[in-house]
């Protein structure tokens, strides 16, 4: 029971530091583009980089939601599960902005791209962290 107990703790931990980093390196590149461009079309590159990181956070809750379940399926499915929703979620909030802001929609591609950037090479970071 103990072990459950620190892996529940381990697991919100890690889920913890990795929201952070997201916020972290959202706003880091807001600042950086905000410096470099005007700050209209850095808010643009920062929705599109919510279009994605917004979506990442439903899926690491959903995916998370059977912590300590001892069904390894229901785990996949919730994950496959959150999978979906995190694509379709990241195609409509992408929909609307480029509706909204047809004028800029490659700023908000550029932040879409970096916002998967983002996602993926967090976890690296919490890893390299974590030393």
């Known amino acids: 029971m103990l072990h459950n107990n620190s892996s529940k703790n381990k697991l919100k931990i890690y889920k913890t530091k990795l929201k952070n980093i997201y916020i972290i390196l959202s706003v880091l590149v807001?600042?950086?583009?905000?410096?470099?461009?005007?700050?209209?079309?850095?808010?643009?590159?920062?929705?599109?980089?919510?279009?994605?990181?917004?979506?990442?956070?439903?899926?690491?809750?959903?995916?998370?939601?059977?912590?300590?379940?001892?069904?390894?399926?229901?785990?996949?499915?919730?994950?496959?599960?959150?999978?979906?929703?995190?694509?379709?979620?990241?195609?409509i909030l992408l929909t609307v902005f480029f509706v909204l802001w047809y004028n800029d929609a490659n700023f908000i591609l550029t932040g879409f791209v970096i916002g998967v950037l983002i996602v993926g090479?967090?976890?690296?970071?919490?890893?390299?962290?974590?030393?």
């Open 121 to 131: 090479i967090s976890p690296v970071l919490v890893k390299i962290k974590k030393r």
């Open 30 to 91: 807001f600042i950086g583009f905000s410096l470099v461009i005007p700050l209209s079309k850095a808010i643009k590159i920062l929705f599109g980089i919510a279009s994605i990181i917004i979506p990442t956070l439903f899926l690491m809750q959903k995916a998370f939601s059977s912590h300590g379940a001892k069904n390894s399926n229901k785990i996949l499915g919730n994950f496959f599960i959150g999978e979906a929703i995190k694509i379709i979620f990241s195609i």
